[in-house]
């Protein structure tokens, strides 16, 4: 058990304060440009705003370039070679790394939750009637960081960082023994760019709540979601099944 904590403080020694430096960039960005649109746009107009996830894109991409870039070094490495004297192997010390990935992603995804909640009060605080919930449930970038009782998104992000950890991590690995690793970028792209979710969009009702039944047409389009959000699931599960079993695939040929 101390190897393996031992390995996730060499990697947060390495990534946390890139992972930290992006995460505050990224959630300063997004909160200075809704600060730039306070009373000059609608409520729609704001929560409708592509910029917010593009943002949340790039901080994505780049919190996934730096993660799989941890020890992305040719041949004989002096932590390759440290991580294939382990006891445990390079293999399951990919696993760790995979889940010290997971754990920054989560931060990053905390980071946006808080720079999302802060946007909404502030946009809110200046705007009779409208409360910060209406803002997560009416826009698509706003409801897929923070989906509320709309519990399958959380499903849907879980497995997508999950993905993504896994990819960053595998990615190094592979990179260390000269083969072509899978790689995270076109994945990360995907995830950030398909980010946004609307309301049932796995096809379940949501909170079913007497607001989110006011709301105009917010059913509308419940079948394409739903196979969009099906799409996206299936693209992070086959991301997910294919780097592990490379991964695994290789511990056991090197076993034998």
Not at 22 to 28: C, D, F, N, V, W
Not at 66 to 73: I, N, P, R
Not at 166 to 192: E, I, N, Q
């Amino acid at each position: 058990m101390r190897q393996y904590v031992n390995l996730l403080m060499v990697a947060a020694r390495s990534r946390l304060w890139q992972v930290i430096l992006i995460t505050a960039g990224t959630s300063a960005a997004q909160v200075a440009l809704a600060i730039s649109m306070l009373n000059k746009v609608s409520l729609y107009g704001f929560m409708q705003n592509s910029l917010f996830h593009l943002l949340f894109t790039a901080g994505l991409v780049l919190i996934c370039l730096s993660l799989a870039s941890f020890g992305m070094e040719r041949g004989g490495s002096k932590l390759g070679y440290t991580l294939r004297r382990l006891p445990c192997g390079e293999e399951k010390a990919t696993l760790i790394f995979a889940l010290h990935h997971f754990l920054c992603l989560l931060i990053y995804w905390g980071g946006q939750i808080a720079a999302a909640w802060y946007i909404a009060l502030r946009y809110c605080a200046l705007s009779d009637g409208v409360f910060p919930m209406l803002v997560f449930y009416y826009s698509g970038w706003f409801h897929g960081i923070l989906p509320g009782l709309d519990w399958p998104i959380y499903i849907r992000n879980v497995v997508m960082l999950a993905a993504l950890a896994m990819a960053a991590a595998t990615c190094s690995y592979h990179w260390r023994r000269g083969d072509k690793p899978f790689t995270v970028v076109p994945l990360a792209a995907f995830a950030g760019l398909s980010f946004p979710a609307d309301i049932g969009a796995f096809g379940l009702p949501g909170p079913g709540s007497d607001f989110v039944a006011s709301l105009p047409n917010v059913y509308a389009k419940v079948p394409y979601n739903i196979m969009v959000a099906l799409f996206q699931l299936a693209v992070f599960v086959t991301a997910l099944i294919i780097v592990t079993y490379n991964l695994i695939g290789r511990a056991r040929y090197v076993d034998t």
